[in-house]
T-cell receptor
């Protein structure tokens, strides 16, 4: 069974440009999470999508946005890129159970570099 | 609200020595707890999870963790470190939320 896949693996953009990152969840998973992993800061929660809807977002500016498609794949858009947006962006997928005890499965990440 | 604190951004051990990575959590409801490992330039892989079935949880690669409610801790241990264990380790909590909250991570360094 295929795991979570992210594309592209690496992305280099110029300050002020827009970046689009893509994620395909594990088959059967309806939830997708996006995290930003900047050096030394651990994983910072960006966005959560479930069943095509944005369910929650972290403490990031509105230029970070995304969507989830009917097949549950997702994309993350970052507008007006700034140098500090350079980071590893991780996508994870999960089943949603009432008990909340299911783990998230992560992709390999997209390394975004803003120059 | 939920949060995780990982004590020590770096832990250094000799090959064959005990590994102890610390994690303390805060949660307003009984939590679910997870440990993940991240190798360089890769995503996170689940090591083990606590889901209230047993307080001592065994995971992959010889790791285990013990849930201690009185201490709000979920420390990760391995009796004997291998060179291949060198990686970044993350503790995560799900309290009253479907969103996992992660600690800042601990880098495990293993010396020959």
């Amino acid at each position: 069974e295929a795991g979570v896949t992210q594309s592209p693996t690496h992305l280099i953009k110029t300050r002020g440009q827009q970046a689009t990152l893509r994620c395909s969840p594990i088959s059967g998973h309806t939830s997708v999470y996006w995290y930003q992993q900047a050096l030394g800061l651990g994983l910072q929660f960006l966005l959560w999508y479930d069943e095509g809807e944005e369910r929650n977002r972290g403490n990031f500016p509105p230029r970070f946005s995304g969507r989830q498609f009917p097949n549950y794949s997702s994309e993350l858009n970052v507008n007006a890129l700034e140098l500090e947006d350079s980071a590893l962006y991780l996508c994870a997928s999960s089943l949603i159970e009432p008990e909340r005890n299911t783990e998230a499965f992560f992709g390999q990440g997209t390394r975004l570099t803003v120059v | 609200a939920q949060s995780v604190t990982q004590l020590g951004s770096h832990v250094s051990v000799s090959e064959g020595a005990l590994v102890l990575l610390r994690c303390n959590y805060s949660s307003s409801v009984p939590p679910y707890l997870f440990w993940y490992v991240q190798y360089p330039n890769q995503g996170l892989q689940l090591l083990l999870k606590y889901t209230s079935a047993a307080t001592l949880v065994k995971g992959i690669n010889g790791f285990e963790a013990e849930f201690k409610k009185s201490e709000t801790s979920f420390h990760l241990t391995k009796p004997s470190a291998h060179m291949s264990d060198a990686a970044e380790y993350f503790c995560a909590v799900k309290g009253g939320s479907y969103i996992p909250t992660f600690g800042r991570g601990t880098s495990l360094i293993v010396h020959p």
